[in-house]
């Protein structure tokens, strides 16, 4: 059994700043990709961030300069530090990593986090 976990979302006034974290637990062999994403009421899920193993990362136009995506691999923990946030990010978070397990790859997401942009 693979779980990631979220923590750190909430309530905070537009050009405030949240921190993202997500913990990657029980039998891994190995983490590829890990990534942010999130989908507001209404709408489809989309991607945030993403990072590779190695440290590549890239992010959607509506974050570039204001979120950073980053990664623990010795902890098994990707953040997202989201900075100067518009009500528009507004959203539930999800966790999403490429994880390998000795039976096989498994594209695992977490249980998601609220955050909520408003004044």
């Known amino acids: 059994q693979v779980q990631l976990v979220e923590s750190g979302g909430g309530l905070v006034q537009p050009g405030g700043s949240l921190s993202l974290s997500c913990a990657a637990s029980g039998s891994i062999v190995s983490i590829g990709a890990m990534g942010w994403y999130r989908q507001a009421p209404g709408k489809q899920r989309e991607l945030v961030a993403a990072?590779?193993?190695?440290?590549?990362?890239n992010y959607a136009d509506a974050v570039k300069g204001r979120f950073t995506i980053s990664r623990d691999n010795a902890k098994k923990m990707v953040y997202l530090q989201m900075n100067s946030l518009k009500p528009e990010d507004t959203a539930v978070y999800y966790c999403?990593?490429?994880?390998?397990?000795?039976?096989?790859?498994?594209?695992?997401w977490g249980q998601g986090t609220q955050v909520t942009v408003s004044s």
């Open positions: 999403n990593a490429d994880v390998r397990r000795l039976t096989g790859r498994y594209n695992t």
């Open positions: 990072i590779t193993s190695g440290g590549n990362t």
